[in-house]
């Protein structure tokens, strides 16, 4: 069967330099693929800002053509350069052209609004045994920036001390953490619980 080339199907994007979010195909009706891609050594950038165009091959008087590839001033600032390309779809070959278009816009993930620490409910706590020595705790990383780490402590559950791990919390505006602690007194040990102190 001749090779021939059947339709154009989109407009053609012919200066890649000028083009922006433009795309041709063309069907090409063909018993083989297209060649395997050349090696193609990439000369130095000409000026700062300049994407290469890789080469590529075209159809082109009943041949695949190799067309070289080359430096290209970007038609907007952020552009992308989209490769040329061959797509067996069908039955048949189909030629992309090369082109322009925006910058993917980047996604930054938001985090979920952070909480701030609440003690829990002040309790009137006098244990006559004296709280263990605090632990040492590796602090995590901070989950945001400006985040407040409060830090682990003794607490009484009636029975015994538990250790209650710290924690990272929002920042309070206008406030800093003061730690709870125990604190010696008649009879035993009470707990001062932590809060926040107005500034």
């Not at 433009?22 to 891609?37: D, I, K, L, M, Y």
């Not at 244990?127 to 400006?146: D, F, H, K, L």
Request: hydrophobic share 45%.
């Amino acid at each position: 069967m001749p090779l021939r080339a059947l339709s154009l199907v989109l407009g053609v994007c012919l200066v890649p330099s000028l083009a922006l979010a433009q795309e041709a195909e063309v069907r090409v009706e063909v018993g083989t693929p297209p060649p395997a891609a050349r090696v193609e050594v990439q000369p130095a950038q000409p000026y700062p800002g300049a994407v290469w165009v890789a080469g590529h091959w075209r159809w082109q008087g009943g041949a695949y053509v190799w067309k070289p590839g080359h430096w290209a001033r970007p038609p907007a600032p952020g552009s992308v350069w989209v490769p040329a390309e061959w797509v067996w779809r069908n039955g048949a070959w189909y030629f992309r052209e090369g082109h322009w278009k925006p910058a993917p816009v980047a996604v930054v993930p938001v985090p979920p609004p952070a909480a701030v620490y609440t003690p829990p409910p002040a309790a009137e706590v006098t244990v006559q045994t004296a709280p263990p020595a605090a632990r040492v705790e590796v602090q995590p990383a901070a989950p945001y920036p400006g985040a407040v780490w409060i830090g682990g402590y003794w607490a009484w559950n009636g029975y015994r001390y538990d250790w209650v791990p710290g924690t990272w919390s929002a920042p309070r505006p206008g406030h800093v953490w003061v730690p709870g602690h125990w604190r010696a007194v008649p009879g035993g040990w009470r707990w001062v619980p932590g809060h926040w102190r107005p500034i």
